[in-house]
């Protein structure tokens, strides 16, 4: 086996562990919220249960539901499976990072959005228009802001590529950039918001009226439901990982020998418990914001992102 | 208003809550409730019943306050053309009871300007009245579709969102059609009904000892004043008086009901917010005191603990103990959790001027119960027109004038640590004495009405007795009609997402109101 095929097949079989692993990540944010908030824990497996579940139940459709309802869980999961695939989880350079750089990733991310808000219309439910709307309105401040911080980091790298821009944090070694510091506090905002979790929206909610993402996939069920819910799930991985890969990539390999894999494996998913850990304790103490304050907290966001970038060009470019 | 002032006088029922009845006609019917409401007092309940069988036509009931007690004003109506003066205009209120009557009795409201159907959905035809004498309750009839005309709002960019009944979590089934521009609501109307179980034609079949155990059923979160002002009415009619001990253990069990009605709504109010934390915490909170309820009085809600001449069980030394333990440690926790609340922000954010519903509005409308003392309504039956044991205890009654669900909330923790006092208070001196005293035969054609401070507001029972100890007809009134109306005027200029947290800060019964 040539070196290529290898590269390939370590690719492959990372994108694999990426979705496969995705529902734990979930699984346990789920747990240490429960511990958090003095209540008992499922376990860490429940998310594949409950996708498991989903998937063998038969599926009920709306009447007049289109191809394009029962397409959509498809074009998502894709779309979040392809946006896995161009993310370093445990080793950089592998040949599916340079399929898609930073832009793309966050295309992909759009295109899953947008398709999901037709699926929402489709239906012609109220509460499928007013998810549509409401997220919308949320992609529309949290992009920019998300492209800002990623920019950021792209013009200290000189590339848009992932592999590259976390290669290039790796061999700087530590390094204190304030531009760094802007931009992951705006990242870290834009997750929040892009991945429906508090204080923008509650994944837990069962109040109809309140949703952003859940309003959207309210007519969902089934294995589409399983889809989607898995697509989550991965997206909310992708945007830990790209924290991980942007600020805290020490661990990750270089080279695809057996030893520097596992290290890799191992410093992944240490940190990735911990950043999990983070985002519970935020969850925690914050409460859920006024629908209308959500422009405020990504406008905030995106300045930050802005501060980020604007500190690049005066105090580390140039030099 | 003075009652000397009234051109009848009026007799006093006897029992425990200080409440005149009389029967008079339709021009005084009119003048008196006219009276009231010019006069500061509110409409309480309004109820038909059909009094064929005395050869009397059907009779139309209504209780309202005033500053010395309840008067309640019985009006003949006529069988042939059973109608009565429209009461709405003095009492906006009245007009979903003046429609439920005219769907469960046919007495039609004449001059009101909402005639729609209230509680009838499609399961019995528009001409047949259940709570009709000649009524079978085993009827059924062909289900028809279920038009029901809702107020349009036209313009440019209103559209409507249609909520429930069935709704994406575990609760009642309600249905809410909200007129909205973008987030903005202009309008909100609400329709129920959806739980209407034939409540009232149930009871016409028991007799007096077998109704206890359903009023214990109508609103499972107040089975203690709902059994209390059972109770109440049953030995008005029968002239029993229950002992010292039994009525302080009443005031126990009720206050015990507030307190852990009050502990859940703070934590799902939290939860509302996105604040999971102090949903667990006071969820503990009441679930330790659901389990001690359980341990003492043998039910986690405390169903069947009050019943006609007393208490079912008693409480001895240890069990006194047990919640005077439970209450210190829970006056602490709910001490610090008051703390983390009006300290954090995010959830300050969400509960200031949200659901405002100022003090004028809210005596317009007759917000009535926690609603209403948190806009300025300072009414409480507990410390206005306290009976025994309260008028012992010098009840001090928590208000205040912002209306917003800021206010509600404050509202719920200040009960709770009165409520604290006051079991305190009533442990510190419980009267011995027997748990439960017999309970004797009502004579025919008596009326015996029950009037408790629940959680939510006042809880009226009002018995018309009939033969051999058998219930004529009985009617349960639930605070929350008087409140869900308020709710639509509530949301208006809020956004849509605001509203689930609005209603909870409500939190108004459904069952108690489709009967």
Known sequence: MNSQSIAWTLAAAQTLLFILAAPLLAGWVKRVKCHLQNRAAPAVWQPYRDLAKLIKKNLVLAENASWLFRAVPYIVFGATLLAAAAVPLIAVHLPTSAIADVIVLVGFFA?????????????????????????????????????????????????????????????????????????LLALLMVAVAECGRIPVDNPATHLELTMLHEAMILEYNGRHLALIEWAAQIKLMIYAVLIIDFFFPWGIASEFSASALSVGVLAVTAKLMLLAMLLVVWETV?????????????????????????????????? | MRLDEFPTKFPKLPGAMPIWHGAVDAATFRSLCEQVGHGGGKLVALWGSDELARDAGYALHVSLITAIGMLCLTLPVNA???????????????SR??????????????????????????????????????????SAFATETDGYPFVTVTGGGVHEIAVGPVHAGTIEPGHFRFSVIGERVLRLEERFGYTHKGIEKRFESMNLDEGAKLAGRISGDSTVAYAWAYAQAVESVTGATPSPRALALRAVLLELERIHNHLGDLGNLGNDVGLAFGFAQFW???????????????????????????????LDG?????????????????????????EHAGAQDRFLSAGRVSPDRAALLGLTGLAG?????????????????????????????????AARVTMRFEEVQESIRLIRLLLDQLPPGEPCTAVGNAPENALGIGWVEGWRGEIMVALHTGKDN?????????PSWQNWPVLEHAIIDNIVPDFPLINKSFNLSYTGIDL
């Open chain 1, 111 to 183: 295109l899953a959005r947008f398709f999901t808000a037709l699926a929402a219309l489709d239906i012609g439910t109220a509460f499928g228009g007013m998810g549509a709307s409401r997220e919308m309105t949320v992609a529309a401040l949290a992009e920019p802001a998300m492209l800002m911080a990623v920019f950021t980091l792209a013009m200290t790298a000189h590339s848009t590529n992932l592999s590259v821009a976390t290669e290039t944090v790796l061999q700087a070694g530590l390094v204190l950039r304030p531009s760094f510091l802007f931009a």
């Open chain 1, 286 to 319: 914050l409460a859920k914001m006024r629908l209308f304050r959500v422009p405020q907290f990504l406008g905030f966001a995106f300045l930050l992102a802005l501060l980020g970038m604007l500190t690049n060009v005066v105090l580390e470019t140039g030099g």
């Open chain 2, 80 to 94: 042939e053309r059973p109608s009565y003066p429209d009461l709405s205009d003095l009492f906006p209120g009245a």
């Open chain 2, 97 to 138: 009871m003046q429609r439920a009557a005219f769907d469960l009795l046919g007495l039609f409201a004449d001059g009101a300007c909402d005639h729609r159907k209230w509680m009838r959905h499609a399961s019995w035809p528009g001409s047949v009245h259940p709570l009709r004498k000649s009524f079978d309750g085993g």
């Open chain 2, 284 to 314: 503990i909170l009441k679930e330790d005191l659901l389990r001690l309820n359980h341990d003492l009085f043998g039910h986690r809600y405390l169903m069947d603990s009050v019943v006609p001449g007393g208490v079912a069980r008693d």
């Open chain 2, 318 to 342: 240890k069990g006194c103990q047990r919640i005077l333990e439970a209450l210190a440690h829970l006056q602490h926790e709910v001490g610090t959790l008051k703390d983390i609340y009006d």
């Open chain 2, 373 to 405: 003392r948190a806009s300025s309504q300072a009414w409480d039956l507990r410390a206005q027109f306290p009976c025994a044991p309260y008028d012992q205890l010098d009840v001090r009654m928590a208000t205040h004038h912002k209306g917003d669900v």
């Open chain 2, 470 to 478: 058998r219930i004529h007809r009985l009617h349960p009134h639930d």
